[in-house]
């Protein structure tokens, strides 16, 4: 991989919607359907010693992208609360498999993505935990592309001193089956078949490629965190805030399959208010298409 270049965290997409806005237009909204009360209370699907169980989980950080999981999710739905933390558990049917999927909206930032990922896994055992959501572009990607992360770059570590950063950039990777996994699907190009909004205007293809998190917004490509993404994370197509995070405590915990999905929501030029609105849910749906798809094919009975 490697290039020259860069970008941040940047203003507008995920980092400063409010995260209600779902956008307009031909965009087919979705907002997933309360329990009924007795799926509230648990009594329907596959259930274990302390309630409900799940063979996977989708952690996402905002509405718009909890949504666009969900869209693609049936019932019997159930609930289950583990230490205030909700999860929202219905069925993935695939042409391979069927799974029951808790899903789950953490917020975002790095820390509590990563105390998601320990708390779902405790919850569920489940097979596989993938944080699905939208990113900002850096480089060699367009708006609605999906890319999944090999490495997440942590590249806010580092040493300042009267000479300047001296970055001390930690990398994240998931597991190494899920990544070979990811591009077979990439590799497929069946993925889009899942899509559950209009056409966008190009369609869009799915990476996999390191990925850079941080906790800063930057609104420039002239800004000085967007020099050093340029400089220490050369390889970088992605920015976003829960990644590393998420993937540093699967690395701690092991035993469990992890993964990064990653729909571009904005880049850092040319973003407007209009656009940002418009391609955020856009972006949401196309990452969670592709991490549908992965479900279906992911794990030893594919």
Not at 73 to 91: A, H, Q, V
Not at 265 to 284: E, H, I, M, R, Y
Request: with cysteine; net charge negative.
């Amino acid at each position: 991989m490697g290039g020259d270049g860069g970008g941040a965290t940047f203003h507008g997409g995920r980092h400063s919607f409010s995260d209600s806005t779902f956008g307009s237009g031909d965009i087919h909204h979705h907002t997933p359907p309360a329990p009924a009360p007795s799926e509230r209370a648990g009594v329907r699907g596959a259930r274990g010693a302390d309630g409900p169980v799940a063979d996977a989980v989708v952690v996402t950080a905002i509405a718009s992208e909890y949504a666009a999981v969900a869209a693609h999710l049936s019932g019997p739905f159930e609930e289950r609360d583990e230490n205030g933390t909700l999860y929202r558990i219905g069925t993935l049917h695939g042409s391979r498999r069927r799974r029951r999927v808790a899903l789950v909206q953490v917020g975002p930032g790095n820390v509590d993505a990563g105390v998601s990922l320990e708390r779902a896994r405790t919850a569920f055992s489940p097979e596989v935990i993938l944080f699905v959501g939208v990113a900002g572009g850096v480089k060699d990607v367009r708006l609605g592309d999906v890319v999944v992360a090999d490495a997440i770059y942590d590249y806010e570590t580092g040493k300042e001193n009267g000479e300047g950063f001296l970055s001390g950039a930690r990398t994240a990777a998931p597991s190494h089956a899920a990544v070979q996994r990811a591009m077979d699907v990439v590799f497929r190009q069946e993925w889009t078949e899942r899509i559950l909004t209009a056409p966008a205007p190009e369609p869009p293809r799915a990476f996999v490629k390191p990925v850079a998190a941080g906790n800063k917004v930057v609104a420039s490509r002239d800004a000085l965190t967007a020099e050093r993404l340029r400089l220490h994370c050369r390889d970088a197509v992605a920015v976003e805030m829960e990644g590393y995070g998420f993937l540093r405590s699967a690395y701690l915990a092991s035993g469990t399959h992890s993964l990064v999905v990653r729909g571009i929501s904005d880049l850092l030029s040319g973003k407007t208010g209009d656009a940002d609105d418009f391609w955020q849910p856009v972006a949401a749906a196309h990452a969670a298409a592709f991490a549908c798809e992965f479900l279906d094919l992911f794990g030893s009975e594919a």
